[in-house]
């Protein structure tokens, strides 16, 4: 006999997220299973792979110190990066969140202001204040206080720098997300029995800001150790992280079968830093900072 | 009904009556009451920018009592407990805790323990690290606060509890390690900002018992918000009934129960019948028109002028009903009546759109809807407000 639809029927739960999955299967699950299954072809010359069934990528992979040290500078950069935006972002979170101002929500606007810019444009701007002929070595070289131009540009720093711009934002907006879930009630109690704001800052606001603050410490490592654009504009050459190194293994090289493994290792060592923190932690916190 | 500003006049003979040291107030517990207040307030005015949440509150506090701030949302009841913890500033007068002017003391060197509505515990520690707390920024040696810690439990009837977490404590035993947290370290004085009103009813009860033995226990000084009429008559040794920012009467359940001094308080604890009339036989016994037409007889304390503009309020306790009813008879019928075991409520429409509340034992069968009944009182048994609200004495 067949059942009568009803508005809360589970078949009609599964026909509205049918697109959804059918998206997510064609768009993501299915292209990382092509790069999978192309890590294991041969590559014979540039631009030129069979699909007889080799180890040989993932041997040179494991085997060549190259990769390795690649790799591992990409996670020292994405660390650097997610602690300074820590760092850095948390006290622009605590003062949003503790400011008597009446039009809070301007403060939140301006964080949002900067994503109104292509990312890309956004970088570029760096080349105009970092550069030979940029904003800060002009003017210091016009006050006489320095002779020649300071080399800023083209090094880690810059890179680092870019990438502490474009991810503050994500890191304020989880931390202060997070602050927000905070019953202030507790800052009295804690107070009345005898702590000093600071004090009570380090019992009660501190340790229940921490997930907001673990969740935009592995939103940042994750996009700045995935970054591609930025090493790109503000690096040099010695500054390219593992993103870098998979573009020139497939556009340069045109070593599909190489480039392939290389993605498939920077989304496995990537997936495996996001599936301890929701170990810990939980995945929620992250959505509701993106959703704040 | 006054209003503001009329009472910003009022509260000052009736907080300087009050502010005699133990007058009218139980004996404290301990015997330690004699002399310095615990908590004094002279002349406190509380403003939030233009808005005025305080003003000319005055009231002094005998040690070991359990004084009750009761009053309506808004009535400035909670800004007053904020202020004595020092999370409100005041913008005038004085507070003094024990003698000692706190008004420049920072929280956190105030010795006061506060209670939530809310509990405010610590989610993230255990119940042993919430109510070490105080302890801990006391710089009580570690086998003290365990000491403490697991006597303080003991008294609120959760031993053995420590490890637990907040979140895993229903709500009543959550406020229990909050009021252990607050008393643990012994404050000068306990602060309870409306504990019961996040409880669900039978819990509440419980909890009411507790508190008060708690309090009795260990003498402590606790000062009481709710908005609760119930709470406030079965807990306190004085009440002082608030309304908009400002002092309405003090004194103690009976006392407010039973002679209220404004109309304010008359109906805002136990909703009194009030029937406006007119003096129209002075003397001893006092002849009162009112306004529905039928001319009753009330005991004044003072002789009034006839013609004189009063009204006489009638706790629904006071009174009786059907045969019981001898003096002041007043004959109605019944809209509603409501049947609470020993007693029953009627509402008694007396004619002239009034109509009059009457709690009155049982005796024979509860009336129905729209049969005739007879209501009266005792002269004795009201009290006469004057035309402006106030208590004529």
């Given at each position: 006999?067949?059942r ?5 029927d ?31 072809f ?18 040179e992979?494991l ?27 948390y ?9 008597t ?69 994500y890191?304020i907006?989880n ?18 029995m ?12 501190l ?34 992280l ?33 599936a ?17 | 009904?006054?209003?503001r500003?009329?009472?910003s006049?009022?509260p000052?003979?009736v907080a300087?009556g009050?502010?005699r040291?133990?007058a ?17 307030f ?45 999370l ?10 024990d003698?000692?002017?706190v ?12 209670v ?25 040696p ?13 008294m ?10 907040p979140?895993?404590?229903?709500g009543?035993?959550?406020q229990?390690i ?22 669900d009813?039978n ?42 920012g ?30 406006a ?27 009034l002028?006839?013609?004189?503009k ?13 045969a ?18 020993g ?23 509860v009336?129905?809807e ?24």
């Open positions: 006999m067949r009568r639809w009803t508005l809360y589970p078949r009609l739960a599964w026909l509205l997220v049918a697109p959804v999955l059918l998206l997510l299967i064609f768009f993501l699950v299915l292209p990382i299973a092509v790069m999978a299954a192309y890590t294991f041969t590559f014979v010359t540039a631009g030129v792979e069979t699909s007889a069934l080799t180890t040989a990528n993932w041997h992979f085997t060549d110190s190259y990769y390795a040290g690649f790799l591992l500078k990409t996670l020292r950069v994405g660390a650097i990066t997610a602690l300074l935006c820590g760092v850095l972002g006290f622009p979170a605590y003062f949003i969140w503790a400011t101002f009446k039009h809070k929500w301007l403060l939140l606007l301006l964080l949002i202001v900067p994503f109104w810019i292509s990312f890309t444009i956004r970088t570029f701007s760096w080349i105009n204040i970092l550069g030979e002929q940029g904003v800060i070595n002009v003017a210091l070289l016009k006050l006489g206080i320095i002779s020649e131009p300071l080399p800023m540009l083209y090094n880690e720093g810059a890179v680092i720098l870019g990438m502490l711009h474009f991810l503050l934002p890191m907006l931390v202060y997300v997070s602050l927000e879930g905070i019953d202030r009630t507790l800052i009295s109690a804690a107070r009345s005898g702590c000093t704001s600071a004090q009570a800052f380090r019992e009660v606001t340790p229940l800001s921490l997930p907001g603050l673990a969740a935009g410490l592995l939103l940042c490592f994750v996009l700045a150790a995935g970054s591609y654009v930025t090493p790109q504009l503000l690096g040099s050459g010695r500054d390219a593992f993103g870098n190194l998979i573009y020139d293994t497939i556009m340069g090289e045109l070593n599909w079968p190489m480039g392939a493994t290389l993605s498939i290792v920077l989304f496995l060592v990537l997936g495996f830093f996001a301890i923190y929701t170990r810990f932690m939980g995945m929620s916190q992250i959505v509701k900072g993106l959703g704040g | 009904m006054p209003d500003n009329d009472l006049e009022v000052r003979p300087a009050v502010a040291p133990g009218g107030a139980p004996a404290p517990s301990g015997g330690i009451g004699a002399g310095q207040p615990a908590v004094e002279r002349d406190i005015d509380i403003a939030y920018g233009k808005f005025v949440a305080v003003r000319d509150f005055s009231l002094s506090i005998a040690k070991g009592s359990f004084v009750t701030l009761l009053g309506p949302s808004g009535c400035g009841k909670t800004t007053i407990l904020r202020s004595i913890a020092g409100v500033d005041i913008s005038g007068g004085q507070i003094m805790i003698g000692r002017r008004d420049d003391v920072p929280i956190y060197k105030r010795n006061i323990g506060l939530f509505q809310s509990y405010a515990l610590f989610p993230h520690k255990n119940v042993f690290d919430n109510v070490a707390f105080g302890l801990k920024y006391r710089n009580v570690k086998p003290e606060i365990v000491r403490k810690v697991g006597q303080a439990l003991e609120v009837r959760l031993p053995g509890s420590e490890k637990k977490l979140s895993q404590l229903s009543g035993q959550q229990r909050a009021l252990a947290r607050a008393i643990v370290f012994e404050p000068q004085v306990l602060l309870l900002d409306e504990p019961l009103s996040a409880l009813a819990m509440r009860e419980e909890m009411r018992v507790e508190i008060k033995k708690i309090q009795k226990e260990t003498g402590i000084t606790a000062i009481f918000v709710t908005h609760d009429q119930e709470e406030a008559l079965s807990m306190s040794d004085r009440i002082v009934v608030m309304n908009a400002a002092v309405e009467q003090i004194g103690t359940p009976q006392e407010v129960y039973e002679t209220p001094a404004t109309a304010f308080v008359a109906d805002f604890l136990g909703k009194a019948n009030m029937l009339g007119t003096v129209s036989r002075s003397g001893q016994a006092m002849a009162v028109v009112l306004a529905t037409g039928q001319t009753v007889e009330v005991a004044c304390p003072r002789p002028a006839q013609g004189s009063v009204t006489v309020v009638l706790r629904p306790q006071k009174l009786s009903v059907g019981a009813a001898s003096a002041n008879r007043l004959s109605g019928r019944v809209v509603s009546a409501s049947y609470l075991g007693s029953a409520i009627y509402e008694i429409d007396i004619g002239g759109k009034t109509s009059i509340r009457a709690n009155a034992p049982i005796t024979g069968r009336l129905r729209g049969e005739t009944i007879d209501v009266g009182f005792d002269p004795e048994g009201c009290v006469l407000l004057d035309e402006d609200g106030q208590r004529i004495s």
